[in-house]
């Protein structure tokens, strides 16, 4: 009993993974590599860093077991290994990928941002519905205090005493006003740190492919970037990434994780994990890149 604990302890831990999955119902084949035969499943959901499988048959392998995963999603045939990270003891396996090439692993990018767009719309077409709903709400309450008031009006002036607060001269306390629900504001919009124009040149390590691209960085403050890449970005939010880049003649790696992609080449990376030095270095050149900014009018103006 006490393994099967560890297991779903350790099964619970995993699904806090940084990458999002998503779900899929796709014919899968799993090998656990030097043990028997391939064995049937169903793909049960998917990121960039593994999968789930739910097999036809009970399976009792022990976990870190060697694997390898065949399945073919979006037309495209994909064949990984991998470790058994764990299992329920019953039919489903939870997979993680290793030993990636860059080029496959490109390519599930590329499908994990087309369920990503596609779950996207869908969020967009409710949040599209639930708006049409509450507007059409809205407008027959509003229809209905009119009509009210019309049907009112005709007995004001029969003989019969208008309540106070209906008498010409007296203004009626208005109703409580409500709050209207808050709008999801966009990631840029959420940032509590003030962001600040460079144009330096920066590299983006991707931590699980082991590729890099280059490119400028656009803005900068203490908690992440804009980066420019010189080729079109691969891979979705949520990648892991190490930022390199130089200001000031100080030299940065700021590990951290995509945040947001505003189009093909141009991503906002939150950073993450920031040492105490790291994040005084930062603070201090923030510092430096304030002062610039605030010296150049008043150069402007002495010259003027």
Same mark, same amino acid.
């Given at each position: 009993?006490?393994?099967?604990?560890? $297991?779903?302890?350790?099964?619970?831990?995993?699904? @806090?993974?940084?990458?999002?999955?998503?779900? %899929?119902?796709?014919?899968? =084949?799993?090998?656990? =590599?030097? #043990?028997?035969?391939?064995?049937?499943?169903?793909?049960?959901?998917?990121?960039?860093?593994?999968?789930?499988?739910?097999?036809?048959?009970?399976?009792?392998?022990?976990?870190?077991?060697? %694997?390898? %995963?065949?399945?073919?999603?979006?037309?495209?045939?994909?064949?990984? @290994?991998?470790?058994?990270?764990?299992?329920?003891?019953?039919?489903?396996?939870?997979? $993680?990928?290793?030993?990636?090439?860059?080029? $496959?692993?490109?390519?599930?990018?590329? =499908?994990?941002?087309?369920?990503?767009?596609?779950?996207?719309? $869908?969020?967009?077409?409710?949040?599209?519905?639930?708006?049409?709903?509450?507007?059409?709400?809205?407008?027959?309450?509003?229809?209905?205090?009119?009509?009210?008031?019309?049907?009112?009006?005709?007995?004001?002036? =029969?003989?019969?005493?208008?309540?106070?607060?209906?008498?010409?001269?007296? #203004?009626?306390?208005?109703?409580?006003?409500?709050?209207?629900?808050?709008?999801?504001?966009?990631?840029?919009?959420?940032?509590?740190?003030?962001?600040?124009?460079?144009?330096?040149?920066?590299?983006?390590?991707?931590?699980?492919?082991?590729?890099?691209?280059?490119?400028?960085?656009?803005?900068?403050?203490?908690?992440?970037?804009?980066?420019?890449?010189?080729?079109?970005?691969?891979?979705?939010?949520?990648?892991? %990434?190490?930022?390199?880049?130089?200001?000031?003649?100080?030299?940065?790696?700021?590990?951290?994780?995509?945040?947001?992609? #505003?189009?093909?080449?141009?991503?906002?990376?939150?950073?993450?994990?920031?040492?105490?030095?790291?994040?005084?270095?930062?603070?201090?050149?923030?510092?430096?890149?304030?002062?610039?900014?605030?010296?150049?009018?008043?150069?402007?103006?002495? #010259?003027?």
């Amino acid at each position: 009993m006490g393994a099967w604990e560890d $297991r779903d302890k350790f099964a619970t831990q995993r699904e @806090r993974r940084s990458d999002p999955r998503y779900s %899929v119902d796709e014919d899968s =084949v799993v090998l656990f =590599v030097g #043990h028997g035969a391939p064995l049937e499943a169903r793909l049960v959901d998917l990121s960039q860093e593994g999968c789930r499988l739910r097999t036809k048959e009970r399976v009792t392998a022990r976990t870190r077991l060697p %694997v390898q %995963v065949f399945f073919k999603i979006s037309g495209i045939s994909f064949h990984f @290994r991998g470790v058994l990270q764990w299992t329920d003891g019953k039919n489903l396996l939870g997979i $993680r990928f290793v030993n990636m090439i860059p080029r $496959r692993m490109v390519e599930l990018a590329k =499908v994990i941002c087309t369920m990503e767009e596609a779950s996207v719309g $869908r969020a967009d077409a409710v949040n599209h519905l639930l708006a049409e709903q509450q507007a059409s709400q809205l407008a027959g309450r509003e229809t209905t205090e009119r009509s009210r008031d019309r049907n009112r009006e005709p007995f004001a002036g =029969v003989g019969m005493e208008l309540p106070e607060a209906a008498r010409p001269g007296v #203004h009626a306390p208005l109703p409580e006003a409500r709050p209207l629900p808050a709008r999801k504001l966009a990631g840029r919009e959420r940032r509590e740190q003030a962001r600040h124009e460079v144009d330096t040149t920066a590299k983006i390590l991707l931590v699980n492919v082991g590729s890099t691209l280059r490119g400028r960085i656009l803005d900068l403050s203490l908690t992440g970037c804009r980066i420019c890449t010189d080729e079109r970005f691969p891979v979705g939010i949520y990648t892991r %990434v190490e930022t390199e880049f130089r200001l000031e003649g100080l030299p940065f790696r700021m590990g951290g994780v995509i945040q947001s992609i #505003h189009d093909r080449n141009n991503v906002g990376i939150r950073f993450l994990d920031l040492s105490e030095r790291k994040r005084k270095q930062m603070l201090e050149l923030i510092g430096e890149i304030e002062q610039m900014r605030a010296a150049q009018p008043a150069a402007a103006d002495g #010259h003027g």
